[in-house]
Nanobody
Framework: VQLVESGGGLVQPGGSLRLSCAAS????????MSWYRQAPGKERELVAN????????NYADSVKGRFTISRDNAKNTVYLQMNSLKPEDTAVYYC????????????WGKGTLVTVSS
């Protein structure tokens, strides 16, 4: 099982980034996919998630209207489009997969660093 995040980097405030998480080793369409983030000195927090079909999404209040989560089940990939980035969005962003039938089965990626700074 692998979840590999990519797309992080340094961006100026107000800029955009698109994160990708490529999955392998499990049945992607049977998993809810989520993005979490962890800023220095803070706990990991949920940013957004998307159900197995892609028809339902949820967002943290702090990113609503700025971030969009999507998935391509044919490519086994989940995305996070991040617009109007703020310095407080600086964090390591992690991808998580959680089985729709057994919530105890979940996988994590190693994360990708997003730094928002001028």
């Amino acid at each position: 099982v692998q979840l590999v995040e990519s797309g992080g980097g340094l961006v100026q405030p107000g800029g955009s980034l698109r994160l990708s998480c490529a999955a392998s080793g499990f049945i992607f369409s049977s998993y809810v996919m989520s993005w979490y983030r962890q800023a220095p000195g803070k706990e990991r927090e949920l940013v957004a998630n998307i159900n197995s079909s892609g028809g339902s999404t949820n967002y943290a209040d702090s990113v609503k209207g700025r971030f969009t989560i999507s998935r391509d089940n044919a490519k086994n990939t989940v995305y996070l489009q991040m617009n109007s980035l703020k310095p407080e969005d600086t964090a390591v962003y992690y991808c998580q997969a959680r089985n729709i039938l057994n919530r105890n089965i979940s996988y994590w990626g190693k994360g990708t660093l997003v730094t928002v700074s001028s």
